[in-house]
């Protein structure tokens, strides 16, 4: 087969500023060893988010000049409506400034004390607005999404022997939804089934719980289905993404990731009188129902966004990119998160640099050592992000210590893919030189955006 070109020619270019090694060793160390605190100029190829980061299209930049900036009633807002009504199936479209908007809006309805959210696996916002409600977030993730290295099609599914167990448990009253992240963001992107999403329909519709898709990366997630399940080769993206929204009561979506957009989000559903409450909360938190916190041209960058995702040349050249980079680092040996997933590539930290213990942050330490080496920026997630301490200060550790490269969408051409991994590669050659970390301040929540380390050494 011929290889898989980007399928855009760059009208616009941004340079990358250069440094040398030098420089970048001083950078890090003034940055206390945390990628959060560089700034961008001094990275050459940043991999920190797919998040608000992607390239938009020249159609995209002409709906830019169109968008319709009239606080109620802008023709920008009803072309918006409409590509998600068309798309999802959803009549009642509520534009946000962001995901974690349109989840804060939702829980703050259906959460509350004693309540109950289940999930294949809730993204850390997603989360943190279950909580802040009152109610509990419960991940079921199937047994297969456990084990990082261990290949499976869809690792995203959830369990739903546990789903079924948990209502038992619980019972179905205490459960006020279940939302299922597609693709699975904090499980390594990876993609669930439609078979899956069909039994839990089944069991949401027995118990009468409703249904939601965190469908941040929903277009990625229905280019799996066609590639890898049953009775899907032939379908078109449009129609499997169309069938996947089919079985939801409703939506949350991030427009910073499959919709192209530098910033915004929705939230869509079926139920007209929790639709009147969540717009209630919009108008108080983000603005009036037409153009939530977005101004109208966002909204026309968001419904272009939309309809272009879907372009199959797009998501070939997409989940191919991943792929590529994923298979150049198995080849030579190096740990990753098989199979590849959706939006990143992920590094087995714990595996990379076995000799520093997971108390050392060994994530944190090879983001570092990327950083030094190539100017390559990444995020670790491993026990800097989620680690705890039990009464004695001491560490808790996070269940992986592992390394995220997400890659923007549109933005770094194969050369420069081909460039990450030779940097990975140079790294994993001389991974016994890297030294270890340890915190030197810190916050309270969240602690891995701002805190401060220094090398062990
Ligand atoms: C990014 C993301 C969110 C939150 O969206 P923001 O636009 O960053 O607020 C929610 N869920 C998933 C799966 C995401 O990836």
């Given amino acids: ?25 001083a950078i890090l160390k003034k940055a206390f060893y945390n990628p959060f605190l560089i700034h961008s100029n001094d990275v050459l190829i940043d991999l920190l988010t797919d998040s608000g980061t992607s390239a938009m299209s020249s159609n995209q930049w002409a709906g830019i000049m169109q968008g319709d900036e009239s606080y109620a009633g802008s023709p920008s807002f009803f072309r918006f409506e409409e590509t998600i009504q068309q ?24 959460g509350g004390k004693g309540k109950y959210i289940v999930s294949n696996t809730l993204f850390d916002t997603t989360r943190a607005n279950i909580d ?15 084990y990082p290295t261990i290949p499976a099609p869809f690792k995203g599914n959830m369990d739903t022997g546990l789903f079924e167990k948990f209502i038992a448990e619980k019972g179905a009253a205490n459960i006020s939804a ?37 469908a941040c990366r929903f277009a990625e997630n229905s280019y799996f289905i066609k590639l890898r399940e049953e009775g899907y080769a032939d379908k078109s993206v449009t129609e499997i993404a169309k069938e996947l929204f089919s079985y939801a009561d409703g939506c949350t979506m991030s427009a910073k990731k499959d919709a192209f957009a530098n910033i915004g989000g929705f939230l869509a559903m079926h139920n007209e009188q929790l639709a009147k409450e969540c717009r ?55 740990p990753v998160m098989q199979p590849a997933g959706g939006h990143a590539v992920y590094i087995d930290a714990k595996a990379f640099l076995n000799h520093i213990p997971v108390d050392q942050y060994p994530g944190q330490a090879l983001v570092g050592a990327l950083y030094v080496e190539g100017g390559i920026r990444s995020v670790e997630i ?17 269940q992986m210590e ?19 991994a030779e940097v990975i590669i140079e790294v994993f050659n001389k991974r016994n030189e890297i030294k270890g970390l340890k915190i030197i301040e810190e916050a309270s929540t969240l602690r891995h955006f701002t805190a401060k380390l220094e090398t062990i050494n």
Avoid: W
């Avoid at 009208?11 to 250069?18: A, D, G, H, M």
């Avoid at 798309?87 to 309805?109: M, Y």
């Fill in 1 to 25: 087969m011929n290889t898989i070109i980007e399928p855009f020619r760059i009208k616009s270019v941004e340079p990358i500023y250069f440094n040398n090694k030098e420089e970048r060793i």
């Fill in 87 to 110: 798309l999802t199936g959803l009549p009642f479209v509520i534009p946000t400034h962001q995901g974690r908007a349109s989840e804060k809006i939702l829980f703050s309805i259906l």
């Fill in 382 to 398: 491993g026990s800097l992000m989620f680690g705890k301490y039990d009464e004695d200060g001491k560490l808790i550790p996070s």
């Fill in 402 to 420: 592992l390394v995220r490269l997400a890659i923007p969408r549109r933005v770094y051409t194969q050369s420069h893919i081909d460039y990450v």
């Fill in 132 to 146: 802040f409600s009152g109610a509990e977030g419960v991940d079921l993730i199937c047994e297969e999404g456990k």
């Fill in 280 to 334: 209630n909360l919009l108008i108080m938190t983000e603005g009036f129902p037409t153009y939530g916190g977005l101004a109208g041209r966002d909204l026309e960058a968001i419904a272009i966004g939309l309809r272009e995702v879907l372009d199959e040349h797009y998501l070939q050249y997409r989940i191919r990119s991943i792929e590529y980079l994923t298979n150049k680092l198995i080849d030579v040996g190096v």
């Fill in 178 to 214: 279940c939302i299922i992240t597609v693709t699975n963001n904090s499980g390594g992107g990876q993609p669930v089934s439609m078979a899956n999403i069909r039994e839990i329909k089944n069991i949401c519709v027995e118990f009468n719980i409703p249904l939601f898709i965190d």
